[in-house]
C-alpha cells in the first residue's frame, strides 16, 4: 500500500507588530501633543507672562535707577550754564548788546530752576522759568525751554526787536526809553543820551506800562527812521519830533544834529496827503542837498525862515537852491 505523504502548505502564519516598535512612540506622541489651538494658547500665556515681567522689573527699577542719576547731576560741581537766543539787532547796533539785560535774564531762569533736578524729565523748574521769561518782556516769543545737559539750560525763541530811543518823562526826571519796532514799550530806561535812533516829542500822558504799546505817533516816528536809515546822511539826523502829528499841521519833522526842523509830513507808512508831494521826492530833495552841498541842512537858514525846511511843497527843492529854477520832477 502506497504511502502517502503529506505536505505543509508553504508560506507563513501573519504576524502583529511588537508592542515595542516606532509605530506605537509615535501613537504615544500624537496622542500626548497638545493640539494646535492649545500650543498657542500657551505662547500667548508665555509671551505675556514675560512681557508682564519686564514691565515690572522696569516699574521696580527703573525710578530708582533715574532717581540716582537726577541726584548725581544735582551734585556735579560747576555753575548752571543758560544759553539765550541770539539777538540779531546786537550786529546792527552794538551799542544795544545790553549784556546787563543778559544777565538779568540768566538770573531770573538760574533762581527758577535752582531747587528742581536737572533732568529732561522734570519740567516744574523750566515751567517757572518759562513764566518769569514771559513776565520779562524782552521775548516776542518763547518757543522752548529745555536742559541740553545737566549743567546747561537753553532757551529757543525771539527777542523783542528794539526800534529807537524815546525821550519822556518819568516821575519828573527826562529818560530814554527803549521801544519796540511794533511800538510796544521794553522794560529799559537810562539818562537822556544822544543814542539813535531818537523819538522825542510825545505827550505825557500817553506814556505806557513796559509791555503795553505807544500810540500811532511814535509807530510813525519808528517808520520815518526806519525809511532813511539806510542811506548815508543819516548819521545827520539826531531825532524825529512826533509832537506836529497831534497838536499842528506840520506832522513829522527831522531835527538834525545842526538844529536845523525839516518838516516832513504825514507819516511815510500812509496814504499821501494830497497837499503833500511824494516819499520819493522829499528823498530826492534831502539826497539833492547832500551831494551837492555835504549836508541835508546846508541851506536850512536860507529856506522859509530860520532853521526850517519844509519838504512837503512841490518847489521845496528849487527854491532852497541859489541860480536853480527847477523844481523836483514828480515822481
Known sequence: MAK???????????????????????????????????????????????????????????PELEGRAMARDHALPGEIQVVLPEPGWYAEHPEWTLPEVEGELQNLILNAVHDHPRSPRVREGLVEAHRELQKSHWFKRIDRLRWEDPRTVVVEGEWERPAAWVTVGIDGRERDVLVGTDGRRLPLDQEPSDGRPRIVGVEPDSIPEIGDHFGDEVVAGIALHRLLSSFPWNDQISSVDVSGLASSTEGLVIRTNRECSIIWGASPETRVDASEVTVRQKIDFLNYFDRSFGRIDAKCSRISGAGRVDLRIDYALWMAIDGDGNPSNPR
Not at 23 to 46: C, D, H, N, T
Open 4 to 62: 502517502r505523504r503529506t505536505t505543509r502548505a508553504s508560506g507563513s502564519k501573519s504576524r502583529s507588530p511588537k508592542n515595542g516598535g516606532p509605530g506605537f512612540l509615535a501613537r504615544i506622541k500624537e496622542r500626548l501633543s497638545p493640539s494646535k489651538g492649545i500650543r498657542i494658547g500657551l505662547q500667548s500665556v508665555g509671551w505675556t507672562s514675560l512681557l508682564a515681567g519686564i514691565g515690572v522689573g522696569t516699574a521696580i527699577g527703573l
